[in-house]
């Protein structure tokens, strides 16, 4: 499996504009991006630390995933990212491993990439995130 780097954290935030005055006003980070992703129900801004991404997430329904895991476990880091070269592969490869799969093919995502996610009973209680540029 060819892993590249972290290509983001995923944290869910009840509303972005508020959790923004925490990592732009406190932190000094700079959102370069806000988008929806209708299709996941969701709302996404972005922030750099270095070569690594935040990507804050913040539900645009009552059902969606983001909604759901704030209401179980309130906000906090949702999701661990990486970015891959070979996503069918790498999903091919820890199938073979064991891991279930949420998604059994890549997806749409935010910024043009394609995503799929393991399952978290799977791996530790990590939610993860593959992710590759569609070129």
């Known amino acids: 499996m060819d892993l590249n780097k972290i290509e983001h954290l995923g944290i869910a935030v009840k509303n972005i504009e508020e959790s923004l005055k925490y990592y732009e006003g406190v932190l000094g980070l700079k959102c370069y991006a806000i988008e929806e992703v ?4 969701v709302k996404t801004a972005f922030l750099k630390v270095g070569d690594t991404k935040l990507e804050l997430l913040e ?31 790498a999903l ?14 890549p997806r749409k995502g ?13 791996t530790g209680g990590v939610l993860t995130e593959f992710c590759e540029k569609n070129n």
Request: net charge negative.
């Open 38 to 41: 209708a299709e996941q129900k």
């Open 92 to 105: 091919n490869e820890v199938i073979e491993k064991g891991i279930k799969l949420i998604d059994e093919k």
């Open 59 to 89: 539900a645009t329904s009552n059902d969606s995933p983001i909604a759901k895991f704030i209401e179980k476990r309130g906000e906090g880091v949702q999701h661990i990212a990486f970015a891959v070269n070979g996503i069918e592969n």
């Open 110 to 122: 935010a910024e043009g990439l394609d995503i799929a996610f393991l399952h978290p009973k799977s």
